[in-house]
C-alpha cells in the first residue's frame, strides 16, 4: 500500500504532490491496476491534510484515468501511464542510485544533487 508524503517547502500544491506520488507508484510497479489506494480519511490521519485535498487529487487521476472511484468501495488503479515497464524503470532508478551515493560521498547535498539534475534534465 502506497503511503504518501508531503514536502511543505517544495512549492507543489499537496494534491499535486499526491497525483505526482500515484504516477510514480505506478510507473516502477508499486501500485498495479486493481490496487486500492488508501481511503481519504486514512491519508487525512497519516499525513494531517485537509480531506478536500485529497478528494481533489483523487478526481485529478480519474480526470487522467488512472484511477477510478467505486461507490462504498473506495479508490481503485485503473491502469499504468504510458511509458517503460516497470522494470526498466527500476533499472534506472538503480542506476540513479549509485549516482546520487557518489555525488553524496563527493560532499554534495540534496540542493546540489538537485541543480545538477535539473540542469542534466534541461540540456538538449
Not at 491502469?79 to 563527493?106: M, T, Y
Request: avoid cysteine; charge should be positive.
Amino acid at each position: 500500500m502506497i503511503q504518501f508524503r508531503l514536502n511543505t517547502h517544495s512549492g507543489v500544491p499537496p494534491y499535486l504532490q499526491i497525483v505526482q506520488q500515484v504516477k510514480q507508484a505506478l510507473q516502477v510497479g508499486i501500485l498495479q491496476p486493481g490496487d486500492q489506494l488508501p481511503t481519504v480519511k486514512e491519508v487525512v490521519t497519516h499525513i494531517a491534510i485537509n480531506p478536500n485535498t485529497v478528494a481533489k487529487a483523487y478526481r485529478e487521476l480519474e480526470s487522467l484515468g488512472l484511477v477510478e472511484g467505486r461507490t462504498g468501495s473506495g479508490t481503485f488503479v485503473k491502469q499504468r501511464p504510458a511509458g517503460p515497464s516497470p522494470e526498466v524503470q527500476e533499472a534506472l532508478s538503480q542506476d540513479l542510485s549509485g549516482w546520487v551515493a557518489k555525488a553524496r560521498k563527493a560532499g554534495l547535498d540534496d540542493e546540489a544533487i538537485e541543480a545538477l539534475l535539473r540542469i542534466a534534465l534541461h540540456k538538449r
